[in-house]
T-cell receptor, first 113, second 111 residues
């Protein structure tokens, strides 16, 4: 248990569906991240939030929409996804701009059919 | 943009061997470097964090070093065990809080 919780753990959705991934941390961290991990590819940084403000968007398609309502919660809203979006989506948190560890959730395994 | 490279991509060793995993990064202006372990289908578990002002960190059989000027870090695993089999990832954090990862080294320790 790392203190970062992701739900759901597994998700199967059709290309026309809308779903959301949730990430929650109660570590007192003020930075949260979304990563995508596809088979045989490095972890891809998608979004970074510092103090609830989005500071990084790595050219992610608009069918992925992040939301950070407070420093403890992070969502990734999904709509009209493609099969190539199937991957493990990982959330992480850290104490921004301090030399402390980042912690990851267990991930959501997403399959788009 | 920071690029992180890990060598080798895969490594297979007999139990008991000492081994070294390598990580290199292109921009030396880092905030810290962190080594993680990932088991198949799971999230990442933090192993060691090295701050930019530090040269090394140790935890049990693990020792990580950092040479910021040359853009390199190594993870040394002593007396490897089958339970060490996993993918090892290094991540570099910059002053903007971005964390960039290498592709990882997949380690197999054979009994």
């Amino acid at each position: 248990e790392t203190g970062v919780t992701q739900t759901p753990r597994h998700l199967v959705m059709g290309m026309t569906n809308k779903k959301s991934l949730k990430c929650e941390q109660h570590l007192g961290h003020n930075a949260m991240y979304w990563y995508k991990q596809s088979a045989k590819k490095p972890l891809e940084l998608m979004f970074v939030y510092n103090f609830k403000e989005q500071t990084e968007n790595n050219s992610v398609p608009s069918r992925f929409s992040p939301e950070c309502p407070n420093s403890s919660h992070l969502f990734l809203h999904l709509h009209t996804l493609q099969p190539e979006d199937s991957a493990l989506y990982l959330c992480a948190s850290s104490q921004g701009r301090e030399p402390t560890e980042a912690f990851f959730g267990q991930g959501t395994r997403l399959t788009v059919v | 943009k920071q690029e992180v490279t890990q060598i080798p991509a895969a490594l297979s060793v007999p139990e008991g061997e000492n081994l070294v995993l390598n990580c290199s990064f292109t921009d030396s202006a880092i905030y810290n470097l962190q080594w993680f372990r990932q088991d198949p289908g799971k999230g990442l578990t933090s192993l060691l964090l090295i701050q930019s002002s530090q040269r090394e960190q140790t935890s049990g059989r693990l020792n990580a070093s950092l040479d910021k000027s040359s853009g390199r870090s190594t993870l040394y695993i002593a007396a490897s065990q089958p339970g060490d089999s996993a993918t090892y990832l290094c991540a570099v954090k910059d002053n903007n809080n971005d964390m960039r990862f290498g592709a990882g080294t997949r380690l197999t320790v054979k009994p």
